[in-house]
């Protein structure tokens, strides 16, 4: 009997996922692309024919062409997954898609303010006498610049620490206004201490004045306009609506003041080990890559101030 055609070979795998793993009729044409798209560039009739060096040539082709390295992981991973069907159907030498890495991300700098907008960001007022609601919002912005918060943190503080009773859990992260500091539990359930800066002070206790009792009983810090524990969502609406009132240039939402507070502590201390504590990362990889922020600062910098500057 004669080998079924590469065609052949599509069709069935195709159709198996389409029965047996239920995928939309979306990711089945991904699919067949993605097996239309490798059988084009090698000119490979059959399956079995192709080598690991085919795969590593048409991937290198694909980076060639200006495809990005997603793109291209997204197509090695359907391939692999083909041939290792295929394996189980007919004899192959061996999955020919096996090890054959993408070229690699470019890593993607996290945006953050310069210290100019985070001051215009977090000293943009209204005028007369502001209602609850917006100075719930200030001490929400001036927390997550001052303290380098992740949102689902901020969403998460009580007033002050609530332990464990009746079933209840006790608090993740709560407020301890005197010693200027809150207590949070990060990734991994590790809990660390962070200290609250003057302003984010101030706009907190103008809160605690006029904060109503939480609706659901809770301590929870931050309450949204129905008198229940804040969402990280609505953190970002409201946020976002207040840097569009600001006038902020960029689209800002809870991590760019992260992601500011961090780079615009580094600027300033030189102090990675210390910037990796404030954030809670695990490990210092995670912190360097806002040594390449302050590097654009300084490169920033030099741009403006030395008379031979002018790079291209």
């Known amino acids: 009997m004669d080998t079924p055609a590469a065609d052949d070979w599509t069709g069935r795998y195709l ?14 044409a991904a699919y067949r692309r993605d097996l239309a798209e490798l059988a084009r560039l090698t000119g490979q009739a059959d399956w079995a024919a192709l080598t690991h060096f085919d795969i590593r040539r048409v991937t290198a082709k694909l980076h060639a062409e200006g495809q990005s390295a997603a793109s291209i992981a997204r197509k090695l991973s ?28 470019p890593k993607r700098l996290p945006k953050a303010l310069a210290v100019d907008d985070a001051v ?65 539990t990060g990734k991994g359930n590790k809990m660390r201490r962070v200290p609250v800066g003057g ?34 969502r609505v953190v970002q609406y409201r946020l976002k609506a207040h840097a569009q009132k600001a006038g902020m240039p960029v ?43 302050d590097f654009q600062h300084l490169a920033a910098v030099y741009d403006r101030a030395h008379p031979r500057a002018k790079r291209k």
């Open 199 to 232: 302003p984010a002070r101030a706009a907190l206790e103008a809160w605690l004045a006029v904060r109503p009792p939480a609706r659901d009983g809770s301590a929870a810090l931050f309450l949204s306009a129905r008198d229940t524990r804040i969402s990280p």
């Open 120 to 184: 215009q960001l977090m000293e943009k007022t209204t005028s007369g006498h502001p209602e609850p609601a917006e100075l719930c919002d200030r001490a929400m912005f001036e927390l997550l610049y001052s303290s380098g918060l992740r949102v689902s943190e901020l969403a998460g503080l009580d007033v002050h620490h609530v332990p464990a009773r009746g079933g209840q859990p006790a608090s993740l992260g709560w407020l301890e206004l005197e010693a200027q500091e809150v207590v949070v």
């Open 15 to 28: 159709a198996e996922l389409k029965t047996q793993r239920q995928l939309s009729d979306h990711t089945i």
């Open 251 to 293: 689209h800002v939402h809870p991590h760019v003041l992260r992601h500011s507070f961090a780079s615009h502590v580094l600027q300033s201390s030189g102090d990675l080990r210390a910037v990796q504590e404030l954030l809670g990362h695990a490990s210092i990889t995670s912190t360097q890559i806002y040594t390449s922020l």
């Open 78 to 105: 359907g391939w692999r997954g083909f041939f290792d069907w295929l394996s189980r159907q007919r004899p192959l030498a061996a999955n020919p898609a096996d090890g054959v890495r993408a070229p690699r991300r």
